[in-house]
Nanobody, 126 residues
C-alpha cells in the first residue's frame, strides 16, 4: 500500500504564506501524478493543484482561484510534493489533502486518484 503523509499546515494571518509537504512511501511506480485537494466544513472536496511525476517534461494544473498564488513543485529523490501558498485569504481555510494516481495524465477529478493522505489543517485568520 502507498502511504501519503501531509505536513506544514497551521495558523496564518491573511496575506501570509505556508508551504505544505506530502511525502510518499511504500510501493512507487515510475509514472504517477501527485496533487492537492481541499475541503472546508460543509463543502465538497475540491481540486487545488496537481503535477506529473514522470517523463522529464513537467506539467502542472491549478484551480482558477489558486492561480498566481499557489505553486506546486516536486522532489523526485524524496518522493515529495510541495504546495507553496502565498497571499492567503480566509476563504483558503480548509483541510488540505495530498493524493496520488497512476499514469502521467494530470486530472482534476478526485475520483481519478487512488491514494489519499489524512489531511492537514490550514486556518487563515482575518
Amino acid at each position: 500500500q502507498v502511504q501519503l503523509v501531509e505536513s506544514g499546515g497551521g495558523l496564518v494571518q491573511a496575506g501570509g504564506s505556508l508551504r505544505l509537504s506530502c511525502a510518499a512511501s511504500g510501493r512507487t511506480f515510475s509514472s504517477y501524478v501527485m496533487g492537492w485537494f481541499r475541503q472546508a466544513p460543509g463543502k465538497e472536496r475540491e481540486f487545488v493543484a496537481a503535477i506529473s511525476w514522470s517523463g522529464g517534461q513537467h506539467y502542472a494544473d491549478y484551480a482558477d482561484s489558486m492561480k498566481g498564488r499557489f505553486t506546486i513543485s516536486r522532489d523526485n529523490a524524496k518522493n515529495t510534493v510541495y504546495l507553496q501558498m502565498n497571499s492567503l485569504k480566509p476563504d483558503d481555510t480548509a483541510v488540505y489533502y495530498c493524493a496520488s494516481k497512476a499514469g502521467i495524465a494530470v486530472v482534476t477529478t478526485k475520483a481519478a486518484y487512488g491514494y489519499w493522505g489524512q489531511g492537514t489543517q490550514v486556518t487563515v485568520s482575518s
